[in-house]
């Protein structure tokens, strides 16, 4: 299984990028995680924002494969504990497709993303900044394949 996060912004601070390769140089080669970069839309004080959100969604379009099992973070999507998302991760992992998780940008996910998912999650009911959950993420991910594996990171 290969997972892919589409996430909307580029150029992250160098301890965001710092934070998400920690987690992730852990991981075997069949549970890696890609990061895709996708460019946020124009946003400014006459900025037409759902043009943005549909340019956004447009790329991510773009990158999601046919085959691919896609994953919207969402606010409003259900919340996993770690020992849920380990289970998930043992599903996909069977199921034998790869995964497209999605992070949108300020905004929120392009409509016809949220239609595309097959489940929705929400990493919690906060408002997270868009570069932290990069590495919540990146964590997270990690922590279900030490759960699955029996490592004792978990504990």
């Known amino acids: 299984m290969k997972l ?3 996430a909307v912004g580029t150029r992250m601070p160098d301890w965001v990028t710092q934070g998400v ?4 140089k852990r991981l ?3 549970f ?3 990061i895709v970069e996708i460019a946020p839309g124009k946003r400014g004080k006459n900025a037409d924002v759902a043009r943005a959100i549909q340019g956004e969604g447009d790329a991510m379009l773009a990158k999601l494969r046919d085959q691919e099992r896609v994953i919207a973070l969402d606010v409003e999507g259900r919340s996993w504990s770690t020992e849920r998302l380990a289970a998930n991760a043992e599903q996909w992992r069977q199921d034998g497709r790869d995964i497209a998780c999605l992070v949108g940008g300020p905004d929120g996910l392009d409509p016809r993303l949220m239609a595309r998912a097959e489940q929705r999650w929400s990493l919690s009911a906060l408002t997270l900044p868009h570069p932290l959950v990069r590495i919540l993420l990146a964590e997270q991910l990690y922590r279900a394949w030490t759960l699955l594996a029996g490592h004792p990171y978990h504990r």
Request: proline share 8%; net charge negative.
């Open 21 to 24: 390769d920690e987690y992730l």
């Open 32 to 34: 890696s995680v890609d």
């Open 28 to 30: 075997p080669r069949d």
């Open 4 to 6: 892919r996060v589409l």
